[in-house]
């Protein structure tokens, strides 16, 4: 007696408690409309697929988990004994056959005992012959909103799509608690539902019902991009996953005011806070504020500058551990910068220049012999001991033959741009560096360029064992039109080779006819084709066809940029096309537009 009131007194301490059940209960239900079910302020109703196509080649579901509306989806599949189902079968096909041979054939119903005879002969040879099971399908599509009109509307898309991929539904009206709880994770195919919803299906046929179709990705240590703009779900990218990418390589395209360059911001910010370090060339001014609000370290050059960027310097880096030949890779480059200034290069010009070029190098006692390139103290040459343009300038001057490209050096020794004539005053030591060439003028931008461009690919190369990225806005300067092909080409090697030194390309442009236009689009197109990650925002419709003849466009992703909302963008990544929207948190937000504040510190720009 005194253990049965212990036990009492137990049970009724333990009614009183709050459990994990309470904790996870709504705090109401109502079950009296036959249409649909109220809980907690939303509205749930329940499709019931009852047929099919006979032959599904597609998946059923992919137009329905590629909507964005609210619905959960429930399949059930029940496998059936494959001997009784053959010996059922058997005696079935025995009975119809005989019916058949008997049967009057002005009976109505003679072809449907045919089709059904037919069907179950189907059935048996697929399980005999080929090995195949036999399954009982169930498939249920609960929508649940806040709204009873949007439910409605809603319930009337979904019908529309399921019939249009060949499946017919029925509403589970009078049966909506049995089809919300088919499509909570209690794994419960109800009685009351399943008459309704048995259809069977071989083997083969389940394919067409695989759930997890979705355009979506989401790689385990990718950083957070946005949301798909079908399904909602989260899109992650690792773009440093050698394994899944062929490289880490970025292509961003997109209008003014589109959201490329908020979407580049927020590439920066996230990967700084990774430790991976950036290179920024900045030709409009656009990532002073971000790169002040996370300590990056910002270069700019131009006429008020006091900063200096050598173009003739040799720097250590600029060649990997054990390689050689300093003299003769700065050489190549440096044929690319003087074909911006000089125009065209042909062979003559370019034999004249080197020559030059190797002899401005000999009065620092810099040659072809590496060894050259260390001083007196076993050091590599420092800043002060490499030559600059003006020495250059001298020797040109004195030949007949090269004293045209002397003249043309004139402002960049003497005049507006005399700021290219100096030593290099500045250390590259930090995790994230913007190039401020804005104060160049629109004429000059493609110096500053590619000054920053051979700057930031020494560093590149510095160590493979690093992850860095170098982003180039407004690529088209150097690779378009206004650029040469010698520029172009080094571009295109860094797209093509930045992979091996654990590094990543971003090129962002607007103007994508531009980026197209030196050499047919060679040089776009081999630079788009080695991107492994392509991001499309709003473009106009002449930018779109210019992009179909280099992209495997189809013709609803033609539409679907031309009406891209901002900060929407159709994404390639790797064999993925996807619909993401950019989203981003509301610190953030504040850190790109240089209004951050925290307690330690306070950034205003």
């Known amino acids: 007696m005194k ?30 409309n ?32 590629e909507t964005n509306i609210n619905m959960n989806i429930s399949i059930f599949y029940e496998k059936q004994d494959s001997y009784k189902t053959i010996k059922d079968l058997t005696y079935h096909i025995g009975n119809v056959s005989v019916e058949l041979k008997e049967a009057n054939k002005n009976r109505q119903d003679i072809d449907i005992a045919a089709y059904t005879f037919n069907d179950a002969k189907y059935i048996r040879k697929e399980m005999q012959v080929n090995n195949q099971d ?32 060949g499946m017919q539904t029925i509403r589970a009206n009078f049966r909506q608690e049995e089809g919300f709880l088919s499509c909570i994770p209690i794994i419960e195919n109800k009685e009351i539902l399943k008459g309704s919803a048995k259809r069977n299906v071989l083997t083969d046929g389940l394919l067409a019902t695989y759930p997890f179709i979705s355009s979506t990705i989401f790689d385990e240590n990718g950083i957070f991009i946005g949301t798909n703009i079908y399904n909602n779900s989260l899109v992650f990218i690792d773009r440093y996953n050698t394994s899944k990418y062929k490289n880490a390589n970025i292509c961003i395209f997109g209008t003014s005011g589109a959201g490329k360059s908020f979407y580049t911001k927020l590439l920066i910010l996230r990967y700084k806070l990774l430790g991976i370090k950036q290179y920024i060339i900045d030709p409009d001014r656009e990532y002073d504020k971000l790169c002040k609000q996370i300590r990056g370290t910002q270069i700019k050059i131009g006429p008020t500058s006091n900063t200096y960027i050598n173009i003739l310097e040799i720097r250590k880096e600029s060649i990997e551990e054990g390689e050689n030949g300093y003299l003769a890779t700065k050489l190549a480059k440096l044929i690319g910068f003087f074909n911006l200034i000089f125009g065209e290069l042909d062979e003559e010009e370019k034999a004249l220049l080197e020559e030059k070029l190797i002899r401005v190098y000999k009065q620092k006692d810099i040659t072809f012999d590496d060894k050259s390139l260390i001083n007196f103290n076993n050091e590599f040459k420092s800043e002060k001991e490499m030559p600059i343009l003006e020495d250059l300038y001298n020797i040109l001057e004195k030949d007949e033959k090269t004293k045209k490209f002397g003249i043309k050096l004139i402002p960049f020794v003497k005049g507006s741009m005399k700021f290219f004539n100096n030593h290099t005053n500045i250390k590259l030591n930090s995790d994230l560096i913007v190039a401020d060439i804005y104060d160049l003028g629109e004429e000059n931008l493609k110096y500053g360029m590619y000054l920053f461009t051979d700057i930031f690919w020494d560093k590149i190369k510095e160590n493979r064992e690093e992850k860095k990225s170098i982003y ?19 571009i295109y090697k860094i797209f093509k080779t930045i992979r091996k030194y ?12 531009d980026i197209f236009s030196l050499e047919n689009g060679t040089y776009g197109k081999s630079i788009l084709n080695n991107s492994s990650i392509k991001t499309f925002f709003a473009l106009e419709e002449e930018n779109i066809k210019i992009l179909e003849e280099f992209t495997n466009l189809s013709e609803k992703e033609k539409v679907e940029i031309k009406s891209l909302k901002r900060g929407e963008c159709l994404m390639f990544v790797g064999d ?30």
């Open 576 to 605: 993925e096309h996807i619909l993401t929207k950019i989203d981003s948190f509301e610190d953030e937000q504040k850190i790109i537009k240089g209004v951050y504040i925290d307690e330690e510190n306070y950034y205003s720009n």
């Open 34 to 65: 036959p249409k649909y079910i109220e809980i907690d302020n939303l509205y749930y109703s329940t499709l019931i697929v009852v047929n099919y196509y006979r032959e599904q080649i597609d998946l059923l579901l992919k137009n329905l988990v």
């Open 3 to 32: 253990n049965i009131l212990n036990n009492k007194k137990n049970n009724n301490f333990y009614s009183g408690t709050f459990s994990e059940k309470d904790f996870i209960s709504p705090s109401y239900i109502n079950l009296q």
């Open 502 to 513: 654990g590094g990543s390309s971003v090129a962002i442009t607007q103007d994508i006819s």
């Open 472 to 490: 180039l806005d407004e690529i088209w300067r150097l690779i378009g039109v206004t650029s040469n092909k010698y520029v172009a080409s080094f």
């Open 134 to 165: 036999l399954y009982f399908l169930y498939i249920y599509i609960n929508l649940y909103s806040e709204e009873i009109n949007e439910l409605e509307y809603n319930l009337n898309k979904i019908e529309g799509i399921a019939q249009s991929k």
